[in-house]
């Protein structure tokens, strides 16, 4: 045991005169040489028209619905592909008339036309009226799916 205890104390005393040591270096002289760097700015982004952006997704929108079991055509005119708009349900009605004897009978399987264009905003007034709009109201909503020249005829955002 006392020859652990005086090898512990020799390490201390090593240790302690190890740290206590002073390195003198002398200092590194760094020489840096002036480079011109050259930030090429990145191109400005291209100005995107947000209407025909509009125009491009309305045109990607189906033309065609199958009438599934359930479905009513005031339930298929609300769908965000179709309308997102329940009250134009009487536009489908109009372009199936051969197909659709009477609007509250439709059928599965039953494949009707979605008019896209056509139609102007004189005769979506008309069917909202004709669903049932209150008449304050005759106009779309801000959120139905209509020709991008008739939202920019109401004022509507892209």
Not at 24 to 36: A, F, G, M, R, S
Not at 39 to 50: C, I, N, R, S, W
Not at 72 to 86: A, T
Not at 89 to 117: C, E, H, M, S, T
Request: proline share 9%; with cysteine; aromatic share 12%.
């Amino acid at each position: 045991m006392k020859k652990l205890f005086l090898l512990a104390i020799a390490l201390c005393v090593v240790f302690a005169w190890g740290c206590s040591k002073k390195v003198q270096t002398e200092p590194e002289v760094v020489v840096v040489e002036e480079t011109e760097v050259v930030v090429e700015q990145p191109a400005p982004a291209p100005v995107v028209d947000p209407m025909a952006v509009y125009k491009a997704e309305y045109d990607a929108l189906p033309v065609t619905h199958t009438v599934t079991k359930g479905e009513c055509l005031w339930w298929i005119s609300e769908y965000k592909h179709v309308y997102n708009d329940p009250f134009m349900w009487p536009l489908i009605y109009k372009a199936n008339r051969d197909k659709i004897k009477n609007p509250d009978l439709i059928y599965p399987g039953q494949q009707f036309d979605v008019p896209r264009y056509g139609f102007d905003l004189e005769e979506v007034k008309a069917s909202r009226k004709q669903a049932g709009a209150p008449w304050q109201a005759l106009e779309p909503g801000q959120d139905a799916v209509i020709p991008a020249e008739m939202r920019a005829a109401l004022g509507y955002s892209f």
